[in-house]
């Protein structure tokens, strides 16, 4: 019955691997999950260029409401 023990105990071996290979993904998505909605970078420049036009736009309407 040495054959049935390696199985026996290659089979523990593969349930434990497979629940740690689920934790560490597990882990993984989360530390992700919180960089991504953490943001940690600056203003980007799609945002700058919104607000230059936006301050554009609110000079043009104050010169047409003169």
């Given amino acids: ?3 049935g ?3 026996a105990r290659a089979r523990d ?3 434990w691997l497979m ?3 689920l934790g560490l993904y597990h882990a993984l998505s989360g530390v992700i999950g919180l960089i991504n909605s953490v943001k940690l970078r ?3 420049i799609r945002d700058e260029e ?3 036009w936006r301050n554009k736009l ?3 309407k104050w010169f047409v409401s003169i």
Avoid: K, T, Y
Wanted: charged share 15%; proline share 5%.
């Fill in 5 to 7: 023990d390696v199985v």
């Fill in 42 to 44: 600056g203003p980007s």
């Fill in 50 to 52: 919104i607000e230059l």
């Fill in 1 to 3: 019955m040495v054959f």
């Fill in 19 to 21: 629940i740690f290979a």
């Fill in 13 to 15: 071996v593969g349930f």
């Fill in 58 to 60: 609110q000079r043009n």
